[in-house]
């Protein structure tokens, strides 16, 4: 990866990957107001490459120094200024680590979705294992919860998780429910051997009979709240579905519908899915639980030098 070459010259990539971006809406906001708004867009690009030149002298970065023709960085007294001033920190889009509590759930309001009996809950229809909980015993409904990498899920959510017997497992948050335990339901899916043919993608599909009775896998499972592992990108595979823009409405810029047509896409099945792989965010975890072959980066090029070598000359061209 390019990124490879980056790190080399620039420094370590954890000084300039700011996963994190809701920081930087306010900071853009700000370039935006005080601007003289003539290129808006012109004059937050500078602004930012500004922040960028900082951000890189404080967190360690070198520059070539002409004068004595060698490559230098800011002393430890500027870097520290950056580890100790919260100020700074806030305004380079720097995001100080959360204490996560894995499995920690956020209730809806209580005038929202009052306490509901086990029987009631989606959970308990799909209970497998001995020793449910009792019929009569209170649950509540949880909005949210937050898995072991520190990711916020929802109802809706795809995650990966460990069943029962510690093995990874995929699919769709169902419910989320607080009450002498917290349980998840998911919508099991199950990752096909084959990437997608077009996206190259790991392909999810929902368990068919067989894997059910081999105990492969089942249309739901219910999981700890606290064997949520951590969130995933999915996509629905609208090739194979053939989905078409089916749906409109009107477009929204800053909270006000425009007059400006926008349509949506009607997905034709609810069964088909992909599997994003090349987000960066837990891309890690995510290739540790992936079979290698589905994971693997192929290079766009081979030889990443010789490729760099050849846009440069061709732009020294144009
Ligand atoms: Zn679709």
């Not at 047509?261 to 088909?272: F, T, W």
């Not at 965010?281 to 030098?305: A, C, D, G, T």
């Amino acid at each position: 990866m390019a990124s490879r070459y980056n790190v080399w010259r620039f420094g370590l990539l954890i000084r300039f990957a700011t996963e994190k971006y809701e920081v930087f809406n306010g900071v853009f906001r700000l370039n935006s107001i005080h601007s003289n708004r003539l290129a808006p867009s012109r004059d937050i690009a500078t602004r930012f490459a500004t922040m960028d030149r900082v951000k890189h002298l404080l967190s360690g970065g070198y520059w070539w120094d002409s004068s004595r023709s060698c490559w230098i960085q800011a002393g430890a007294a500027v870097q520290k200024i950056l580890l100790d001033d919260p100020v700074f920190q806030r305004h380079l889009g720097w995001v100080s680590p959360k204490k996560i509590v894995p499995g920690a759930v956020k209730l809806f309001p209580a005038a929202k979705s009052p306490p509901l009996a086990w029987n009631d809950t989606t959970a308990s229809k799909h209970w497998l294992t001995e020793n449910p909980p009792n019929p009569e015993s209170a649950w509540r409904r949880g909005q949210s919860l937050t898995a072991q990498s520190g990711d916020k899920v929802a109802v809706g959510s795809w995650v990966w998780g460990l069943n029962a017997e510690g093995r990874s497992v995929i699919g769709r948050i169902t419910e989320i429910l607080s009450g002498a335990r917290t349980l998840v339901t998911i919508e099991q899916f199950i990752c096909g051997e084959r990437p997608h043919p077009e996206f190259e993608w790991p392909v999810l599909r929902r368990p068919n009979g067989a894997e059910i009775t081999q105990g492969l896998g089942n249309s739901f499972i219910v999981l700890s709240a606290g064997s949520i592992q951590f969130v995933c990108s999915v996509q629905h595979d609208c090739r194979l579905g053939k989905c078409r823009p089916d749906l409109s409405r009107k477009e929204m810029q800053e909270r006000e519908e425009t007059s400006r047509i926008v349509s949506l896409i009607k997905h034709a099945d609810g069964d088909h899915f992909i599997l994003n792989t090349i987000a960066l965010h837990n891309f890690v975890r995510l290739s540790r639980v992936l079979p290698r072959p589905l994971i693997e980066l192929k290079p766009l090029n081979e030889n990443h030098v010789a490729f760099h070598k050849e846009m440069a000359a061709q732009a020294r061209v144009n």
